[in-house]
Nanobody, 121 residues
Framework: QVHLVESGGGLVQAGGSLRLSCAAS????????MGWYRQAPGKQRELVAV???????HYADSVKGRFTIARDDAKNTVSLQMNSLKPEDTAVYYC???????????????WGQGTQVTVSS
Protein backbone atom coordinates (compact mmCIF):
# COMPACT_ATOMS: atom_id res chain seq x y z
CA GLN A 1 0.00 0.00 0.00
CA VAL A 2 0.99 3.59 -0.65
CA HIS A 3 -0.15 6.61 1.29
CA LEU A 4 0.20 10.31 0.48
CA VAL A 5 -0.48 12.64 3.39
CA GLU A 6 -0.74 16.40 2.94
CA SER A 7 -0.37 19.10 5.55
CA GLY A 8 -0.14 22.87 5.74
CA GLY A 9 -3.45 24.14 4.47
CA GLY A 10 -5.46 26.80 6.24
CA LEU A 11 -6.94 30.27 6.14
CA VAL A 12 -4.83 33.24 5.09
CA GLN A 13 -5.47 36.80 3.99
CA ALA A 14 -4.83 37.89 0.44
CA GLY A 15 -1.17 38.63 -0.08
CA GLY A 16 -0.13 36.10 2.52
CA SER A 17 1.78 32.85 2.24
CA LEU A 18 1.25 29.18 2.98
CA ARG A 19 3.44 26.13 2.58
CA LEU A 20 1.94 22.76 1.72
CA SER A 21 3.79 19.51 2.31
CA CYS A 22 3.10 15.97 1.18
CA ALA A 23 4.80 12.79 2.35
CA ALA A 24 4.60 9.52 0.46
CA SER A 25 5.02 6.27 2.36
CA UNK A 26 4.51 2.56 1.92
CA UNK A 27 5.70 0.05 -0.65
CA UNK A 28 7.51 2.52 -2.89
CA UNK A 29 10.30 1.48 -5.22
CA UNK A 30 10.74 4.79 -7.02
CA UNK A 31 8.88 8.04 -7.62
CA UNK A 32 8.59 9.72 -11.00
CA UNK A 33 6.66 12.99 -11.22
CA MET A 34 5.22 14.62 -8.12
CA GLY A 35 2.73 17.41 -8.29
CA TRP A 36 -0.01 19.52 -6.80
CA TYR A 37 -3.52 19.90 -8.14
CA ARG A 38 -6.43 21.94 -6.86
CA GLN A 39 -10.18 21.91 -7.12
CA ALA A 40 -12.37 24.88 -6.36
CA PRO A 41 -16.11 24.49 -5.70
CA GLY A 42 -17.98 23.87 -8.92
CA LYS A 43 -14.80 23.57 -10.96
CA GLN A 44 -12.73 20.74 -12.33
CA ARG A 45 -9.50 19.68 -10.73
CA GLU A 46 -6.58 21.50 -12.31
CA LEU A 47 -2.82 21.16 -12.32
CA VAL A 48 -1.00 23.69 -10.18
CA ALA A 49 2.61 22.55 -10.41
CA VAL A 50 4.61 19.43 -11.18
CA UNK A 51 8.23 18.42 -10.63
CA UNK A 52 9.91 15.53 -12.42
CA UNK A 53 12.37 13.06 -10.96
CA UNK A 54 15.09 15.09 -12.65
CA UNK A 55 13.98 18.30 -10.98
CA UNK A 56 12.29 19.99 -13.93
CA UNK A 57 9.26 22.03 -12.96
CA HIS A 58 6.09 23.19 -14.67
CA TYR A 59 3.55 25.65 -13.33
CA ALA A 60 0.07 26.71 -14.28
CA ASP A 61 0.13 30.21 -15.74
CA SER A 62 -2.06 31.45 -12.91
CA VAL A 63 0.58 30.65 -10.27
CA LYS A 64 3.85 31.33 -12.09
CA GLY A 65 6.10 33.62 -10.10
CA ARG A 66 4.08 33.11 -6.91
CA PHE A 67 4.28 29.36 -6.19
CA THR A 68 7.37 27.16 -5.92
CA ILE A 69 7.37 23.37 -5.96
CA ALA A 70 10.23 21.33 -4.51
CA ARG A 71 10.91 17.70 -3.64
CA ASP A 72 13.13 15.79 -1.26
CA ASP A 73 13.75 12.34 -2.67
CA ALA A 74 15.47 11.15 0.49
CA LYS A 75 12.24 11.73 2.40
CA ASN A 76 9.77 11.08 -0.44
CA THR A 77 8.22 14.49 0.07
CA VAL A 78 7.01 17.31 -2.14
CA SER A 79 6.22 20.83 -1.03
CA LEU A 80 4.46 23.84 -2.47
CA GLN A 81 5.43 27.29 -1.25
CA MET A 82 2.60 29.67 -2.04
CA ASN A 83 3.24 33.41 -1.86
CA SER A 84 1.15 36.44 -2.77
CA LEU A 85 -1.98 34.38 -2.38
CA LYS A 86 -5.19 35.58 -4.00
CA PRO A 87 -8.82 34.77 -3.22
CA GLU A 88 -8.99 32.84 -6.49
CA ASP A 89 -6.38 30.43 -5.10
CA THR A 90 -9.02 29.15 -2.69
CA ALA A 91 -9.48 25.43 -3.29
CA VAL A 92 -8.78 21.96 -1.98
CA TYR A 93 -5.19 21.13 -2.87
CA TYR A 94 -4.25 17.55 -3.69
CA CYS A 95 -0.83 15.97 -3.78
CA UNK A 96 -0.13 13.54 -6.62
CA UNK A 97 2.71 11.12 -7.22
CA UNK A 98 3.40 8.83 -10.13
CA UNK A 99 5.39 6.02 -8.62
CA UNK A 100 6.46 2.43 -8.90
CA UNK A 101 5.60 0.07 -6.09
CA UNK A 102 7.24 -3.04 -4.76
CA UNK A 103 7.28 -5.98 -5.08
CA UNK A 104 5.24 -5.99 -8.29
CA UNK A 105 7.01 -2.92 -9.77
CA UNK A 106 3.74 -1.51 -11.04
CA UNK A 107 3.56 2.17 -11.92
CA UNK A 108 0.52 4.27 -11.17
CA UNK A 109 -0.85 7.58 -9.91
CA UNK A 110 -1.54 8.07 -6.24
CA TRP A 111 -3.40 10.91 -4.52
CA GLY A 112 -3.52 12.47 -1.11
CA GLN A 113 -6.76 13.20 0.70
CA GLY A 114 -6.60 16.93 0.01
CA THR A 115 -6.05 19.98 2.17
CA GLN A 116 -8.19 23.11 2.18
CA VAL A 117 -6.63 26.46 1.34
CA THR A 118 -8.84 29.51 1.87
CA VAL A 119 -7.68 33.00 0.94
CA SER A 120 -9.80 35.84 2.26
CA SER A 121 -10.01 39.22 0.56
Amino acid sequence: QVHLVESGGGLVQAGGSLRLSCAASGSIFSINDMGWYRQAPGKQRELVAVITSGGSTHYADSVKGRFTIARDDAKNTVSLQMNSLKPEDTAVYYCNANLRTTPAYRTGDYWGQGTQVTVSS
